[in-house]
C-alpha cells in the first residue's frame, strides 16, 4: 500500500491510499481544513473581521466608531466595507438620532448560506464588544457633561442591557449615585429622558436606595460601571 498526501488550498490535507494490486484507488473522505487559511483566501482582514462581527450577533446594530474599535483596522477601511456590504444588500444602514447603525440583513437572499460559510471559516475572527460600551455609545466627555449637569456621581448598568440576548426593544436598566443633596426626586423622568436621547434608547432609571436591600448586593456586583466622577471611590 502507498500513501500519497497532497494540499489542497481549499480542503487542507486530503489522503488517498493507493493498493498497487488491485490497481484501486480508494480517496479518504474526511477533509480536515484550516479555518483560517481558508477564512483569509476568500475575504480579506477587513471583511473577514467586518462579517463574523455582524453575522455572529445577528440582532445587535453597531455604530462606526464600535465597528472600528473592535476590528482593530482603518475607519477608512470599515467604512468602505461597510458601504459596500450595504449597496450589496448583506446589511442594513439606519439612523437613530445623530447616529449611523449597521446591522446584518436578515433578509438577505443569501443571508443563511453566508451565514454558513462564515461559521465555518471566519467565525473566530472577531473579538466580542464589550457589551455595555456597545450597547450604551455616549462618548465620554458627553457623559460627562452630563453627569455634572446633573450631579451624577456614579452611573452603573445592569440587567439585560449585560447579557446576549438584550433585544432591539429591551430597555437599559440603569443604577445613578447623585451627589448628597442632588437627587432629582421627581424631576428624575427629565434626567431619564436626556439620557435616552443620547444613548437613542429607552433608558429605566434607579437609585441604588430604590431597590431591595435583598437584591442590591447581587445586582451590584453583576453591574457594569460606565461612569465614576473624579474623587467618587469606585
Same mark, same amino acid.
Given at each position: ?40 483566501? *476568500?475575504?480579506?482582514?477587513?471583511? /473577514? =473581521?467586518? #462579517?463574523? $462581527? ?6 445587535? %446594530?453597531? +455604530? ?25 444588500? *448583506?446589511?442594513?444602514?439606519?439612523? /437613530? =438620532?445623530? #447616529?449611523? $447603525? ?6 438577505? %437572499?443569501? +443571508? ?123
Amino acid at each position: 500500500m502507498i500513501i500519497v498526501k497532497r494540499h489542497d488550498s481549499w480542503a487542507g490535507y486530503c489522503l488517498i491510499d493507493i493498493i498497487p494490486k488491485k490497481g484501486i484507488i480508494i480517496p479518504n473522505m474526511s477533509m480536515n481544513y484550516d479555518r483560517e487559511m481558508l477564512g483569509s483566501y *476568500l475575504f480579506d482582514k477587513t471583511r /473577514r =473581521g467586518l #462579517l463574523a $462581527l455582524l453575522y455572529n450577533r445577528p440582532g445587535e %446594530a453597531f +455604530y462606526v466608531n464600535q465597528i472600528v474599535k473592535d476590528l482593530g483596522g482603518g475607519s477608512g477601511a470599515v467604512q468602505r466595507e461597510l458601504r459596500m456590504a450595504a449597496d450589496a444588500g *448583506l446589511i442594513i444602514r439606519e439612523k /437613530r =438620532g445623530n #447616529l449611523v $447603525l449597521y446591522r446584518v440583513n436578515q433578509e438577505s %437572499a443569501i +443571508y443563511q448560506e453566508l451565514k454558513s460559510i462564515i461559521a465555518k471559516t471566519v467565525a473566530a475572527a472577531a473579538r466580542p464588544l464589550d457589551l455595555a460600551a456597545q450597547r450604551f455609545p455616549i462618548e465620554p466627555n458627553i457623559l460627562a457633561e452630563f453627569c455634572r449637569k446633573h450631579y451624577v456621581k456614579k452611573i452603573l448598568l445592569y440587567g439585560a442591557v449585560l447579557h446576549p440576548e438584550f433585544g432591539a426593544a429591551d430597555s437599559i436598566h440603569a443604577l445613578l449615585e447623585f451627589q448628597p443633596g442632588h437627587a432629582p426626586g421627581f424631576g428624575i423622568s427629565d434626567v431619564e429622558n436626556e439620557l435616552s436621547i443620547l444613548v437613542n434608547r429607552k433608558v429605566e432609571i434607579k437609585s441604588p436606595g430604590e431597590i431591595s436591600r435583598y437584591r442590591r448586593g447581587e445586582i451590584t456586583r453583576a453591574a457594569r460601571v460606565v461612569y465614576v466622577a473624579p474623587g467618587t471611590k469606585k
